[in-house]
């Protein structure tokens, strides 16, 4: 199937960008065929995040938004920081950056289902359930396109009874919108080596719940984020809990996968953080709905990799473009997509199409969101010198240069951060009491993740030897840990230590292929349609 633009993810970057080109062409009177293609069994299905949504983009992209019944509902009402100490919490000021004053609370998902409709209903194609499993190129190296993955496979890789082969499809362009680590743009780094004028990026991890709890309770619009307890100084994170409409809360935690202490677990510090006397009372009487997690960048201004190469173009979170001090990167996300799609429309239209498309990256270093990161480019890093010292510099650098300090600080990539196990305090994570906390497999449950029996394991090692020669001993086999899935396990088989993999739990966060010490796993995508399906995340 040949298209002028195929793109690959429908979040927020890939259908703000299908929707941008389908307008222009209307505007212009031209036929731009555009291609929307996502591995979840329907748009919104992998979507997960916070989400207070800033509609500074989406204000541009489709000004009459309130009238097309975008799936804005809840304004935020008010901001609450707290740091919270074991029995203790106390409030702060609300950095600037935090404010959220215009903003909404919303389901992520929900308006990645809006805008696809909104991409259809503007001409584009949009595809869910079939997984970008190849990248394409012709003979001089140049992207023409990709290739979904063969459904029905055996364990092997052989051709099953219900075999049915993927599809390439074309394009004359190729903007890659996978999200975070997605699998292909991660070969794109290698092929085009896109990061050697950038720092690493470097991640966080967020786990999030959905709970319908006591009216009593709901107070629409309000937002808390903390610092502190649960986690110890020297481990970048914090939460949130954002009051959503329908009596519905979000919690989660994110962590920064710069982490040290190789017995930490990101679920367990989720799971604690709940039992905290400020946060137990919101969830009396309520009810767990759903679950997920997905890792996301946290690398900012200067980690922003090479963002084109002959025939395409990374944008969204494939890229990296999460403001970490607002903890915000939808807005971001769709203002690059467009950005991408207006570069692409234009190139588009000369004589012959333009081998690179090099007017994106200019006119997004210019463009707001170029300025809005560049101010935002040394929070992050500040923490690596602990809590207090981080929170320190961030004053400084917010309050007395406003983001205009006249030096950039760097990051270090995050699989080289963990201290062996020898030389990192256990943790003692109490039991879940199946009310408040839970274990990983009734989480994955509540994640509604389903992947077809049978298929070729799309987690892949590298070398297999090496979880059990050097993770075990070394690091006390710290993949069982930092996957909030419960997909990587040390078991006792016939007197042996065995090393499993239940890839059937994979909820696609990406946390095992960012955080395995030696790089040794490799996050492929399974089956087009398999992994979690989030109603409403």
């Known amino acids: 199937m040949e298209f002028d633009v195929v793109i690959v993810g429908g979040g927020p970057s890939g259908l703000a960008a299908a929707i941008r080109l389908r307008q222009l062409a209307t505007e212009k009177d031209r036929e731009v065929s555009v291609c929307v293609v996502d591995k979840g069994s329907e ?28 799936p804005l509902n809840t304004p935020v009402t008010e901001d609450e920081f707290l740091y919270l100490s074991e029995k203790s919490a106390h409030r702060l000021p609300t950095p600037p950056q935090m404010k959220n004053h215009g903003n909404f609370v919303i389901s992520l998902g929900n308006m990645a289902r809006w805008l696809g409709s909104q991409a259809e209903a503007l001409g584009a194609e949009v595809y869910a359930g079939f997984a970008a499993a190849e990248v394409l190129y012709d003979d001089d190296g140049r992207v023409t396109g990709v290739a979904t993955g063969d459904m029905g496979l055996n364990e092997d890789g052989s051709p099953g009874p219900n075999h049915e082969p993927g599809i390439e499809l074309l394009g004359t362009y190729t903007l890659f919108a996978e999200g975070c680590r997605g699998s292909l743009s991660k070969s794109l780094f290698e092929k085009f080596d896109l990061g050697r004028d950038s720092d690493p990026q470097t991640y966080g991890i967020g786990i999030k719940e959905l709970w319908e709890i006591d009216p009593a309770n709901h107070r629409p619009g309000r937002t808390m984020h903390s610092i502190g307890w649960p986690l110890d100084n020297r481990t970048y994170g914090g939460s949130f809990l954002y009051h959503l409409d329908n009596n519905q809360v979000a919690v989660g935690f994110v962590i920064g996968l710069d982490y040290e202490n190789p017995h930490l677990s990101p679920f367990e510090e989720m799971q604690r953080f709940k039992s905290h006397p400020a946060i137990a009372p919101v969830f ?39 403001n970490v001090p607002r903890i915000k990167g939808s807005h971001t996300a769709m203002k690059s997509g467009m950005l991408a799609a207006e570069a692409a429309f234009s190139a588009l239209g000369g004589e012959a199409p333009t081998p690179e498309l090099t007017e994106y990256p200019k006119a997004l270093r210019k463009s707001w969101l170029g300025r809005e990161l560049k101010k935002a480019r040394n929070i992050r890093p500040a923490f690596r010198w602990g809590l207090w010292a981080g929170i320190a510099y961030s004053a400084i650098d917010t309050y007395l240069f406003a983001g205009h300090a006249p030096w950039t600080l760097h990051h270090h990539a995050d699989h080289l951060a963990l201290k062996k196990a020898s030389d990192a305090p256990k943790i003692d994570y109490p039991k879940p009491d199946g009310v408040l906390t839970f274990d990983k497999l009734s989480s994955v449950h509540v994640s509604n993740t389903n992947h077809a029996e049978g298929q070729p394991c799309h987690l892949r090692l590298k070398d297999a030897g090496l979880p059990l020669e050097l993770n075990l001993v070394e690091y006390d086999g710290p993949e069982q840990r930092f996957c909030p899935a419960g997909v990587y396990e040390f078991i006792e088989q016939n007197d042996e230590t065995v090393f499993r993999i ?18 040794n796993i490799d996050w492929s995508v399974p089956e087009g349609g398999g992994g979690p399906n989030y109603p409403n995340m």
């Open 43 to 70: 748009i919104g299905a992998h979507i997960l995040s916070g989400a207070v949504f800033d509609p500074i983009a989406l204000n541009e992209l489709l000004p009459d938004w309130q009238q097309l019944d975008a």
């Open 284 to 322: 009396a009487g309520a009810r767990r709905i759903s679950y997920g997690a997905r890792a996301l960048n946290e690398g900012g201004w200067q980690s922003i990799p090479g963002l084109t190469f002959p025939g395409g173009a990374l944008i969204g979170c494939a890229a990296g473009f999460l």
């Open 502 to 519: 239940n890839s059937q739990n994979c909820i696609h966060c990406k946390t095992c292929d960012i955080k395995d010490m030696s790089q």
